[in-house]
């Protein structure tokens, strides 16, 4: 056991020794004065936090100096009723504090008291039992943010792992100073007790114990018992006073003077106001000799504040463009102009608002929801969504760009709705003609008087944030085979390793290299099939891996694997499935048409052929559309992949399934066949 170990437990058992064994007078003095400096080196050190967890032991500090508080009144109390005496600290406090007057000792004291029970302790428990309570409520909140930056590549899984044990430590702090604040206000309680006590037990005890008269006896302990409670209460207003600064500070950035000077005597101009205040006081009877002193203080501080902020803003404008120039004159500035991001949302300045938190945007917030709801509805992590205005840019414009380059564009207006009619036109619903930039379709701009009525006609009303949410979830999905490289996918992979490993260990690299395995994840993303189940998708890659590298042969097998994902995604409650179904001429027709090559196989089909195609196809697409149900071709698994490439380029929406992606159970209607 260490040297500082073994005088911790000496101690403590030493505190509650003294409750029991009588101690010398010369010793009370001692102790006397270690309490006091204990308490004063407790308030400094709270004082010099910048954190409640800086001084996460204080409960326990609170609960041992209460104790030896108590001890060391238990011990001053039996030597004045044994000795009529407690030593030189006692007797200086009870004489010097109400300068050799009894009554206004005892009236310095109840103040004191009065101070210490209704003013800082009441004030204190009630803080620390709020703060304990709030820590607790905003403990859910916090680790979703956590999760959300660790999602959004703010933080990595360390940094994550130490603020979660930060806020635990945070609410185990909080919940344990809202216990120790009933040691401070126990104490004061037991303070007042012991009062009477001394007063009345020692009045007793000097008359009939020590043959003092009525007025020696009520002198002496008067004194005894003042001087007692002196000595005790400074220390614990000390220590309670700490605990006020603990439990108050939840929100500082430094210590106490730091916060003091940096926040109270942050604006010189409000000195001004103060300065002026005080001097126009002095005009009444109070007197210009007590209040333009101060005034003038005041203002000269107020003067030397200003001058120094002015020095100090010209200081850091100095060093922000001593950086820039730096930065451009360094070799890494141009490095870095190499780097593209893979997406980027940029907004004219009229949009500003949209990403301002300040003026009550909550674009950032929806852009972390969207990352989430693409890694669950399509297993794809979606990198960092750059965020940035754009000068050149009309001011109610936003593009987003893939890569650099520009993939879609819109327009909104922020005072406005966008609606959407529900097939017929209401000629009383009056707005500035627009087309909905997600899906292209006829929509107005309404104001906030016609917004009732537009929904009381049956149109569709959105906000702008949810219009710009929409359209970049909407292209965040039809692009997502162009956002997984083999970067994305090696941490994909490396994800699934962690709970899979021998699956893992064998597919890569015996069987396939992670850019195979790349390949095949973005073209099922390509057609909108969800990657989620990669453990589904690497068990399929492992088994038809050994005979086959080619990516699109791969994928068919891989989606066959994926059947009742592909089944309740184009039939959720397992409906009829009415698809538009190939048929036997032009299966074979592409059967034919396919060329073998040693770097894989590819259509080869004749100008004409594949115009007729594109023209048949698009008779039942359209009609399909009309009768409002989702497009779907249905083929033969052989040519599945041929015909999604022949129609990926005018009709990329339209899926193109094959009978051994959808489940038995699953009844299908064909409502077209497609023929050349």
Not at 112 to 122: E, N, Y
Not at 153 to 169: D, F, T
């Amino acid at each position: 056991m260490k040297a500082k170990d073994l005088f911790i437990i000496l101690g403590i058992i030493g505190i509650v020794l003294m409750m029991i064994i009588p101690i010398p007078i010369f010793l009370i003095d001692l102790l006397l004065i270690l309490n006091i400096s204990i308490a004063l080196m407790i308030l400094l050190v709270a004082m010099n936090t910048k954190e409640a967890l800086d001084f996460s032991i204080f409960p326990a500090i609170l609960l041992i100096t209460t104790l030896f508080r108590l001890a060391l009144s238990v011990s001053t109390t039996r030597s004045i009723l044994q000795h009529a005496e407690a030593g030189e600290v006692i007797a200086t406090f009870g004489s010097w504090v109400g300068g050799g007057e009894v009554a206004i000792g005892f009236i310095v004291f109840l103040i004191l008291v009065v101070v210490q029970f209704i003013v800082i302790t009441k004030g204190s428990e009630r803080v620390a039992e709020v703060a304990a309570r709030f820590t607790l409520d905003a403990m859910p909140g916090k680790q979703m943010s956590i999760d959300a930056d660790l999602n959004s590549g703010l933080i990595n899984e360390q940094q994550a792992r130490e603020r979660r044990s930060k806020i635990e430590k945070e609410a185990d702090f909080y919940g344990a100073m809202d216990g120790a604040s009933k040691f401070v206000k126990g104490d004061a309680i037991a303070t007042i007790i012991i009062l009477i006590i001394n007063l009345i037990g020692g009045f007793i005890v000097g008359m009939a114990m020590h043959d003092m008269s009525f007025g020696e006896s009520l002198e002496t302990f008067s004194i005894l018992t003042i001087g007692d409670g002196l000595v005790a209460q400074i220390p614990a207003l000390l220590i309670s006073t700490a605990a006020g600064l603990i439990v108050t500070r939840a929100a500082s950035e430094g210590n106490l003077s730091d916060d003091i000077t940096g926040q109270l005597l942050r604006y010189p101009k409000m000195l001004y106001i103060a300065a002026g205040t005080i001097a126009v006081l002095g005009l009444t009877p109070i007197g210009i000799l007590s209040t333009w002193p101060y005034a003038i203080i005041l203002a000269i501080g107020a003067y030397l504040m200003q001058k120094r902020l002015n020095k100090q803003q010209e200081q850091e404008e100095l060093l922000v463009e001593e950086q820039q120039i730096e930065e451009v004159r360094s070799p890494e500035s141009v490095i870095s102009l190499l780097q593209v991001d893979p997406i980027e949302f940029e907004f004219g300045y009229g949009l500003i608002p949209l990403a301002d938190t300040q003026q009550g945007g909550d674009l950032l917030d929806r852009i972390i929801m969207i990352r989430r709801q693409c890694a669950l509805e399509l297993g794809l992590v979606v990198p960092v969504i750059r965020i940035r205005d754009n000068i050149q840019l009309k001011p109610n414009e936003y593009v987003i760009k893939i890569k650099g380059n520009t993939v879609a564009r819109g327009d909104l207006l922020l005072n406005h709705y966008l609606a959407m009619s529900p097939g017929f036109e209401d000629d009383s619903v009056i707005g500035i003609e627009t087309t909905e930039p997600a899906f292209g379709l006829p929509a107005i701009w309404i104001d906030e008087a016609m917004k009732e009525r537009a929904e009381l006609s049956g149109y569709t009303v959105v906000d702008p944030p949810s219009v710009v949410a929409t359209h970049l979830t909407e292209i965040i999905k039809r692009h997502a085979h162009e956002l997984i490289g083999r970067q994305e996918a090696k941490m994909l992979v490396e994800n699934v390793k962690e709970s899979y490993p021998a699956l893992v260990d064998e597919l890569i690299p015996s069987i396939l290299t992670v850019g195979d395995v790349q390949k095949v994840l973005a073209k099922l993303l390509k057609e909108k099939v969800s990657i989620r189940d990669l453990v589904t998708i690497f068990e399929s890659l492992a088994d038809h891996g050994a005979y086959t590298k080619d990516p699109d042969i791969l994928t068919e097998y891989v989606r066959q694997s994926l059947s009742r994902q592909i089944t309740q995604q184009f039939s959720p409650g397992g409906d009829t499935l009415r698809v538009i179904t190939v048929g036997p001429q032009l299966e074979k027709k592409i059967a034919e048409s396919v060329q073998q090559t040693d770097q894989g196989s590819y259509i080869a089909l004749d100008p004409i052929s594949t115009q007729q195609i594109y023209q048949k196809i698009g008779e039942h697409v359209s009609r399909q559309i009309q009768s409002g149900q989702q497009p779907i071709v249905l083929a033969s698994p052989t040519i599945r992949m041929y015909l999604r490439q022949i129609i990926e380029r005018t009709m990329q929406e339209v899926p193109v399934l094959s009978y051994s992606e959808l489940e038995p159970n699953i009844e299908v209607q064909s409502v077209g066949v497609v023929n050349l």
